[in-house]
């Protein structure tokens, strides 16, 4: 199995600040059709995971253009440009390329 | 509007089976992929089985294999989880989520919460 590894775990940002969630794969996530199955979800307190992100750096509709997504092969990077109180939750990166697994999840806090 | 609604959660004895269901609205389910994914209370995310559109195509995680059953009755829009010789490790909350292409989940429902406990 791919395992994906997430850091920070805990992430305390100050609002109106940039944030940065790094996501690392065990192994390529590239697959043999060319296309890289990373994908980022979000999940608010009581609420069930909302994709942010899909195939590394695609912002679903409605997702606001301060979620960023960028990243290739094993390394990839979730950045938020400018923190606000309704980002607070949890935030998974998960790869499709070889069935599905799922990082551990960063709990972005404000400060 | 895409909707997800799971039901059938609940208290069940180790040993014991429950039947998951996950009605879907708003959309063509029948040329949909379904999935069931578990989250254990206070952790993460665990895939744990895969259906395509017409039932031809399904898998299971290592974890499950054997003991759970997925189905899908698209004249119903409805997705199924048929769990058997629950245990304890099971207890989670349990999502139905469509996948709108290959390795690429979208929506998801709200979740039913299976507790296993004597």
């Known amino acids: 199995d791919i395992v994906m590894t997430q850091s920070p775990l805990s992430l305390p940002v100050t609002l109106g600040q940039p944030a940065s969630i790094s996501c690392r794969s065990s192994?390529?996530?590239?697959?043999?059709?060319?296309?890289?199955?990373l994908s980022w979800f979000q999940q608010r307190p009581g609420q069930s995971p909302r994709r942010l992100i899909y195939k590394v750096s695609n912002r679903d509709s409605g997702v606001p253009d301060r979620f960023s997504g960028s990243g290739s092969g094993t390394d990839f990077t979730l950045k938020i440009s400018r923190v606000e109180a309704e980002d607070v939750g949890l935030y998974y990166c998960?790869?499709?390329?070889?069935?599905?697994?799922f990082g551990q999840g960063t709990k972005v806090e404000i400060k | 509007e895409v909707q997800l609604v799971e039901s059938g959660g609940g208290l069940v004895q180790p040993g014991g089976s429950l039947r998951l269901s996950c009605a879907a609205s708003g959309f063509s389910f029948n040329t949909y992929s379904m999935n069931w994914v578990r989250q254990a209370p206070g952790k993460g995310l665990e895939w744990l089985s895969f259906i395509s559109s017409s039932s031809g195509r399904i898998y299971y995680a290592d974890s499950v294999k054997g003991r759970f059953t997925i189905s899908r009755d698209n004249a119903k829009n409805s997705l199924y989880l048929q769990m058997n010789s629950l245990r304890d490790e099971d207890t989670a909350v349990y999502y139905c989520v469509r996948e709108t292409g290959f390795g690429e989940p979208d929506y998801w429902g709200q979740g039913t919460l299976v507790t296993v406990s004597s």
């Open positions: 192994q390529s996530l590239v697959h043999s059709d060319g296309n890289t199955y």
């Open positions: 998960m790869q499709g390329t070889h069935w599905w697994t």
